[in-house]
């Protein structure tokens, strides 16, 4: 039981730049969501996905894309990358949306556009 | 809109010392409020949940509490394996979860 796997844990690239963050869990979780931490600005949702076929945006969706085509993975797309997503990612899962247990985080990819 | 203020933003303890962690939220129909702890370089790693006022909670060395506009963290007697960033978020309406900007808690030996 790995729980949420992100890849890659590290990667640069250049503006303009297209890559896909992957994000993958293998706990039968409806509910996954990607956020992205900053310095003083804490965890903010980009979009978020309560199962398959089904997505939404978050409070900073602008530039990013996902799709959920299968329920272990919800991968999260940068289309033209800016040095204003210069982050740190983490993907998350939950058996529901509803009140229960707490979410289970990925340990994070570390994004650096130049 | 749902919000969550942290405070203090950093807390330096000596081994031993107690004190607590305060979160403040509003938030329209809350379905749950959360804390977590998150180690440099980590994803953040679930500590409690907690669902309506009254409500308390304990782990080892760590008391949640809530009421109807904040909750605390309570740690007593940390060692300095408890140094770490906690993090609030609420669960509201919107099912969403939004997060405070964290707590660093360092516990010098």
């Known amino acids: 039981n790995a729980g949420v796997t992100q890849t890659p844990k590290f990667q640069v690239l250049k503006t303009g730049q297209s890559m896909t963050l992957q994000c993958a869990q293998d706990?039968?979780?409806?509910?996954m969501s990607w956020y992205r931490q900053d310095p003083g600005m804490g965890l903010r949702l980009i979009h978020y996905?309560?199962?398959?076929?089904?997505?939404d945006q978050g409070e900073v969706p602008n530039g990013y894309n996902v799709s959920r085509s299968t329920t272990e993975d919800f991968p999260l797309r940068l289309l033209s990358a800016a040095p204003s997503q210069t982050s740190v990612y983490f993907c998350?899962?939950?058996?529901?949306?509803?009140?229960?247990?707490?979410?289970?985080f990925g340990s994070g990819t570390r994004l650096t556009v130049v | 809109e749902d919000q969550v203020t942290q405070s203090p933003e950093a807390l330096r303890l000596q081994e031993g010392e107690s004190s607590s962690l305060n979160c403040s939220y509003t938030?329209?129909?809350?379905?749950?409020l959360f804390w977590y702890r998150q180690d440099p370089g980590k994803g953040p790693e679930f500590l409690f949940t907690?669902?309506?006022a009254g409500e308390e909670k304990e782990k080892e060395r760590l008391k949640a509490t809530l009421t109807k506009k904040e909750s605390f963290l309570h740690i007593t007697a940390p060692k300095p394996e408890d140094s770490a960033t906690y993090l609030c978020?609420?669960?509201?309406?919107?099912?969403?979860?939004?997060f405070g900007q964290g707590t660093r808690l360092t516990i010098n030996p």
């Open positions: 938030v329209s129909g809350l379905r749950g």
């Open positions: 998350a899962s939950s058996y529901s949306t509803g009140p229960g247990g707490g979410y289970t």
């Open positions: 907690l669902y309506s």
């Open positions: 996905s309560v199962g398959a076929g089904i997505t």
């Open positions: 978020a609420v669960q509201g309406g919107a099912q969403k979860l939004v």
């Open positions: 706990m039968n979780h409806e509910y």
